[in-house]
């Protein structure tokens, strides 16, 4: 970790410098703007998706501080990989914009970690952070300089790949061991609590992630306006369906946790187009559908069948709503809803950011298979206590006596 | 639920379409400050009401839950209620600004899900939404457009229409079963820390709250100062009341989550009139003192005598800190503090928002409370587990022989 | 508490008016954009604060709770501190800038909170609080007035200056009886992560604090990049060395909540100095080593030795790293990174803010030990129920009987 910290900052000391430019070029309208949907988004990387992780019940540790060096380390990372494509006299030029692409970039390697979480070592992860936001970097060239392709909100090469990727990783990662389950594979009542943080912040400004790098103006106020409409209707659809699937329509706080967000997702690449707000509602709605269903009824079969073990679900959340979104994208391009869109450019974008996320997430599952990574057994999964010093339990902090015949106690068992 | 989005969206798909003419005819700054408001207004909708909500022991899934649930639904609601009051050429124009009021809407419901919660089941409560903003919105233009009285941070229309409408269902809705209290109303530790997110949340951005339909300049920063004095003062009275009161002078979660709130409320009505740093904060002073004393003295009261069991005290926090911002409001306008304000039209504005909460909140629950609904049983109050999939108890996940050991047990009471 | 809210509100009444000039002499831009790094600032205070301390196990209700008590006086205090440096017609202007400049005194209160935590009473730390804001308003008036040294982030004046006057508090108020540590002196799994919330919110937005009072424009776009790009450093820097230090390479949850956070303290003094990308990287990756370390070997040395009780270990996280920062500014203005900056002066006003800080806050804990502020016994130390009311434990609240079972349960084993 050191070394690759000063590798990082040497990096930077040779490449990097301030962009002058653009604070001058730019008004500061736009420049403020920025500033302030840069918070927005910087909320949903650290807060968001860290606190999103946070169900596990002896987990919660790894996920906000691992979520936080994961993030820390890809955002600088993605800084240089995406400005090795846009290099200014051998230069990088650092501005509010690169910074929010970097952020972006990162959130990709965050939700391939929802894929492998609890089963993959700092190490692995870190590895994963290298190659998956590398990658992105080219994909994305691809998709935005090559292909000139729509995705303001990013469902294809920030949603569909991050969760691709992970499938990938997860797939090759296949722990036989965990077949059955795993005792700390779940959730306890306060850890429910801490991951609804994670999603209502998610939730919240989620419209800014779509309107971040959106022209200002007109074009920025409609992806505003459409992913708050379908992230509002795929609520309603999440909680309708949860209920509908679950036992005596109870509703499963796994679904409200992560179903309610798949509108945001899947109104990503037409979030800037004249969709109208019934578009976006219906986008929403049937987002949530799918995702809801596939936490219900998906899930289990890919972890039985397939050997994909998706320990949050990312597929529901981002993978499938994130094709969705591609898709939508698609359709509205070819209906004339985005003036100097292709469809088939669309369709290109989509299908590069799936043949990226398949075959780059296997190749890295591969190398962060290789057994010198400290991967945990599997007896060790989904605890904190492999990586962190964890304090003793709660009740053990009651009464002394309580206290001191619980942990004998403990010691015998 | 899925009908009901449906229709919406239906709705949506008559009616609103993207106000185009606001982002040219309003110059950038305000379209992006309003966007920056609207943020800040949102986490209180959604973090600040939601969590504020999770002091419950048992009762977090809910309180987070369906907050979420009734702000999505309630804002989709809200620009089709409102819209209605300013069609062109037939349609809603959506901007950031009708959002804003949207979510504004909302927090009626949330704050009378206040006065039932943990009493009432969703469906009852997606009923009380219907009809509460539609009521709100008729409310809202009359004070607004009608007698044209000054309302900027909305004590009256949203604080004491809310409070009141709520109290007004919970009286209808009065349950004689819980007359000695429940064993699930109350809090847990770590229940009350996850409260103070929600307080700490609605305390920091009410500045925001109340300047969020301010005219931009001096009007809007003076609505941000008296708000953030008003909010100051009042904490430290809510922590001097509070431990006068308590037993051997200590301080009372229930106060410092609520009281210290209270401020913002009633300086809403006047937080762009000329009432001076001082006047601001002499208004959150007293707020911060009857709110506490509310909750010490009158809650009490009001159950036992008068048969209105409001759960959250949404009558201290909102109800007579309303009033007090409604009263204040006619004082300042009399005083000459706003130009071309009416007393006599603020005093309408108060009586109509209280008319109007406790008409409308009277027949809401007579509607709620038809035997069709689902209303939970007195023994299943204050419960997540009758609507939610509720994980094990936390100390029930330590070593499975203790916890077998304990559920035997359970199961044998 | 009553009477000096009372007091400072007729200090308000006396001095304080709108600034009516700011708004209107300044453009919207800066104004929009300073209230939007007021909220940042505010978030930093009010939730990072406070719950970065929620780590200990029987104290977060203290911690969020006197947090906001303090900060909320503090910030009035502040303001009339502040002001009288600047009157106008014998008047203080009440302006968003001054606002900001009022939250920057409120977070020295709080920096020294950290270290006297859980061993003060509310009377105590609020005397600390009008001492503390008091001496700040002096040091800031010579460093920013006087000496014209450069301090945009406060590392200086701020953090330094906040972490020695509590350290010299502390030293005052040393209790052997804490020699060996306090059964409450220490974290629980859920506090860990409620103490996250705190540290996630801080590192997020400390782009905002290092620029709020930065010009606008490329100086401030520099401020938040060199502060992101130095806290991404120190991230990494503090879990190399978190691992290196722990026992079988676990990572310490103390470390990750607070030595993460260095690097927004150390670039701070020359956050908008041409240092570049690199320089800001090198600073926090300094900065997460140093108090890493500080934390494992250093703040046990200042108990054991000095008599330096540091709950917080304010030292690691504020002392040393703005004690770094001031000379990384000295270096760097004499590295000629800053238009008119003299190295003398930044000297001085180094030397300046420890001298206030040792001083000021020896004699702060002289008057703070006077017996009759009702400082807590040693045995009720890092105890919310000797201030609190608390409610019972979590697993007292099953029901009553299984209570009885599960704890004679226990006590059989």
Redesign the interface.
Same mark, same amino acid.
């Given at each position: 970790?050191?070394a690759?910290?000063?590798i990082?900052?040497i990096l930077?000391?040779v490449f990097?410098?301030?962009?002058?430019g653009?604070?001058?070029s730019r008004s500061?309208?736009k420049?403020? &703007?920025k500033?302030?949907l840069f918070?927005?988004v910087?909320?949903m990387i650290?807060?968001g998706f860290?606190?999103l992780m946070?169900f596990l019940?002896r987990y919660?540790?790894s996920s906000?501080?691992i979520n936080?060096?994961l993030a820390?380390?890809g955002?600088?990372w993605g800084l240089l990989t995406q400005g090795i494509w846009h290099l200014d006299d051998g230069k990088i030029k650092?501005?509010?914009f690169k910074?929010i692409n970097a952020d972006f970039s990162t959130a990709t390697v965050l939700i391939s970690f929802g894929a492998v979480l609890g089963k993959t070592s700092?190490v692995q992860l870190l590895i994963m952070t290298i190659l998956e936001i590398t990658i992105f970097s080219i994909n994305e060239h691809l998709v935005a300089t090559v292909l000139e392709a729509n995705d303001v909100g990013a469902s294809m090469i920030i949603h569909a790949y991050g969760a691709y990727f992970g499938l990938a990783v997860a797939r090759v990662l296949y722990r036989p061991g965990l077949r059955n389950g795993h005792?700390n594979d779940?959730?306890?009542?306060?850890s429910?609590?801490?991951a609804?943080?994670g999603t209502?912040?998610l939730?919240?400004?989620w419209p800014?992630f779509n309107s971040a790098i959106a022209d200002?103006?007109?074009t920025q106020?409609?992806a505003?306006?459409n992913t708050?409409?379908s &992230?509002?209707?795929c609520?309603?659809?999440a909680?309708?369906?949860s209920?509908l699937v679950?036992?005596k329509g109870?509703?499963?706080?796994v679904h409200?946790q992560n179903a309610?967000l798949a509108g945001g997702v899947a109104v990503g690449t037409c979030a800037d187009m004249?969709i109208?707000?019934?578009g976006a509602?219906?986008i929403g &709605?049937v987002a949530g559908i799918i995702s809801t269903l596939g936490f219900k009824y998906l899930t289990p079969i890919l972890a039985s069948n397939l050997g994909i073990q998706d320990t949050c679900g990312v597929h529901n959340l981002h993978g499938m709503p994130g094709i969705l979104g591609g898709l939508a994208g698609i359709v509205a391009v070819a209906l004339g809803k985005k003036e100097g869109g292709n469809a088939a450019m669309q369709a290109a974008a989509l299908a590069s950011s799936l043949g990226f996320a398949l075959v780059g997430g296997a190749i890295t599952g591969l190398i962060m298979k290789l057994p010198f990574w400290g991967q945990p057994p599997d007896q060790n999964c989904f605890d904190d206590s492999?990586?962190?010093?964890?304090? =003793? =339990?709660?009740?053990e902090? =009651?009464e002394?006596?309580?206290h001191g015949?619980?942990s004998?106690?403990?010691a015998e068992?």
């Open positions: 970790m050191p690759l910290e000063i990082t900052i930077f000391a990097a410098v301030y962009d002058y653009k604070s001058h500061n309208n420049h403020f &703007l500033e302030v918070q927005d910087h909320v650290f807060i860290g606190f946070t019940k919660g540790f906000v501080g936080l060096l820390a380390f955002l600088q650092v501005s509010i910074i700092p005792e779940g959730s306890v009542y306060h429910d609590l801490f609804m943080i209502v912040f939730w919240m400004f800014s200002p103006g007109f106020l409609t505003v306006i708050y409409l &992230l509002a209707a609520v309603l659809s909680y309708a369906i209920s679950e036992h109870k509703l499963d706080m409200i309610t004249n109208g707000p019934f509602m219906l &709605l492999i990586y962190w010093e964890v304090p =003793e =339990e709660e009740e902090n =009651e002394s006596l309580a015949d619980h004998k106690n403990k068992v």
